[in-house]
């Protein structure tokens, strides 16, 4: 059994440069990277491009590159909770790419899938389909969208073990699992790391086959983003 396990978030992300492209995993502030995206902070590396669903808050998540400017580009699904995107964005210090959704979603599973592109009926008749080829299937046209191609992809699970399963909880169970395996390098971390064969095989939701190195992480916050609670009786 090959062991995948790394030390630390700092061997985790050995190889990483200016420039890069990165995927990130989670949704909201639920299920992210925390300790990669500390350690990218850490690092100082700048002028990368972010593949994420959204861009965290002014003061968590990627927000945290956002206020030291270290990404050149965002593509995201969403960025509306978070204001210094926004600035950035306005005034042209930041390239966006806006993607529907489901699109961004399968850009990393035909990624992680080998497929280089495929049709999408949504965005056509958009600014989304802008510069991009377009064909007629039963009557319905649909876009040409190409696969993601990124240099890394930092996922957080729930659980893990040493040959690079793992298992996502909840909420977290939805852009990482599709970044596993979707670029050259997949770093995954933690909350639990447990020895190979630890895990019900039947509970697994990314085999390690898809993760290129595991480490534990620490020190979580789980922010929530938005805190709605009902009024008292």
Request: aromatic letters at 8%; charged letters at 25%; glycine letters at 10%.
């Amino acid at each position: 059994m090959i062991n995948k396990t790394v030390a630390n978030v700092s061997e985790a992300l050995d190889g990483v440069a200016d420039g890069m492209t990165f995927m990130l995993g989670g949704f909201g502030l639920c299920g992210i990277p925390e300790n990669a995206i500390s350690e990218l902070v850490k690092l100082g590396v700048k002028d990368i491009t972010c593949i994420s669903n959204n861009a965290g808050v002014d003061d968590f998540g990627l927000g945290l590159l956002l206020q030291k400017h270290q990404i050149k580009k965002m593509i995201s699904s969403y960025v509306g909770e978070n204001d210094e995107f926004e600035r950035q964005m306005l005034s042209g210090e930041l390239e966006v790419e806006l993607t529907p959704q489901g699109t961004l979603a399968e850009k990393c599973r035909a990624a992680q899938a080998g497929f280089p592109a495929f049709y999408t009926p949504a965005g056509y008749g958009t600014e989304v389909a802008e510069g991009k080829e377009t064909r007629e299937f039963d009557g319905k046209m649909y876009v040409l969208e190409p696969a993601f191609k990124a240099d890394f992809s930092f996922v957080k699970a729930w659980k893990g073990d040493e040959a690079g399963n793992l298992i996502f909880k909840g909420t977290a169970r939805n852009f990482n699992p599709c970044m596993c395996g979707a670029a050259k390098i997949t770093v995954a971390e933690v909350e639990e790391l447990l020895p190979a064969g630890s895990l019900d095989p039947n509970q697994i939701h990314i085999p390690g086959i898809f993760v290129q190195r595991i480490f534990q992480g620490k020190n979580y916050e789980k922010r929530i983003e938005q805190r709605t609670v009902r009024m008292r009786q």
